[in-house]
């Protein structure tokens, strides 16, 4: 097994817990360490407290919605971001109440919307002008509502995961005034509007966006106070905040970030007199690095390549129906053979089980003597793994197990069984 740069922080299983939760559980596996999980929170919100004292964590659990990682989070002090009815259904589930929950989404229903409500969630992060409407004709309940603004920035990182340039899907624009119409319509209706948002992209490595977006929500705020009397009392910024897939992938250090944000926040609103409440919602810096995959080893097969002149292909039991990211943005992972390091390595691809061309992860460095039946374990797949898997090609989904504090595992979703994989059809008569 490689070994771990010092600074690497990312959650590893060592041979032997590896070689029990495979035989426990079967692979592929999702691992989760609520140590490295509670470890992470707590280190966020400290960074983010040390700055801003009137500071607020939220987990987003688009990135991992685990019932068992739900509860873990709000047992640290995190609220919950959900962006759909089932992620607030899931948080129910842990034991969470509503009133925790912050319900996202550009195009939610009148169901969701309904449900939310009813259920008395804490806040509704509003996207669109009908949505507007349709929240004043439910009646928001307990809820208070934020408005999700469009600052116009561009965010370094892939194009489907960037969410703060002008053209976004998400939000009210700021510069075109939708942002100022949408602020005086809740107001006209006397709806609970405490103040704004923004999120302006994920796996940030280079925090400029997040900063400018920062700075212009408060901005935005301040106009609002001065041009028309509403005293912001809530500004969300955001998750996004990358993380170390592989060892090129640097995100900054979350205090030097907290501390960024909080600069272009307060930079913002200094001489105001506003004091809001500051909210951060990351996902991913929280998750991804507290898991791994392991899979086990079923071929390895070596053929002729025209760019490569051979290539090795270690084929493994899952793919990207447990992992779409590199079929999806291109990501990569590193890749770590279980057990005693091998002196020599080679670089092959590794490859699942699809019916796909899915080089799953390629360019990986493994022992040249890589063999059927090894395990593989894949790093930082904590995040946005489990939450986008899929049953393509009827693959059951993996089961995920959680290393306890004191070392013990359990398991905290078991693999989809066939008999609920086929609960779902239905054969009219005749057609057999
Ligand atoms: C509104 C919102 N908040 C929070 C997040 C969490 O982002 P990340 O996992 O990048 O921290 C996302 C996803 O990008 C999001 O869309
Ligand atoms: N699914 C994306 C992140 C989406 C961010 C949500 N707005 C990823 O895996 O990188």
Redesign the pocket.
Known sequence: MTTAPTNDTRFRVSESVARDLATAYGTPLYVLDEATFRGRIRAYREAFEASYPKSEL?Y?A??NSTVALLAIAAAEGCGI?V?SEGELRAALGAGIPAARCHL?GNNKSFEELSFAIEQGIGMI?VDHFGEIETIQGIGTGSAKLAL?LAPGVDPVTHAK?S?GQADTK?GFNIADGSAERATLRCLELGLPLVGF?C?V????LDPEAQRSGGELIARFAVDMLRRHGFAAEYLNV?????ASYTDADRPMNVRDYCRLIVEAVTGSLAGSGLDPVLAQ????????ETGVTLYTVGLVKTVPSKSAGRRTYVCVDGGLSDNPRPALYGARYDVERIGPAAGDEMVVTVSGKHCETDKLFEDVRLPRDVATGDLLQVLCTG??NASMASNYNRFPRPAAALIRLDGSHCLVQRRDTWAEMLAREILPEGLA
Not at 201 to 204: A, D
Request: proline share 3%; net charge positive.
């Open positions: 939220t987003a688009k990135a971001d962006a996202h992060v999700r995961i969410t998400f948002h999120h992209g994920s796996q940030l955001g998750g996004g905040l990358g919602e990351p996902g991913r810096s929280l998750v991804a995040a946005y």
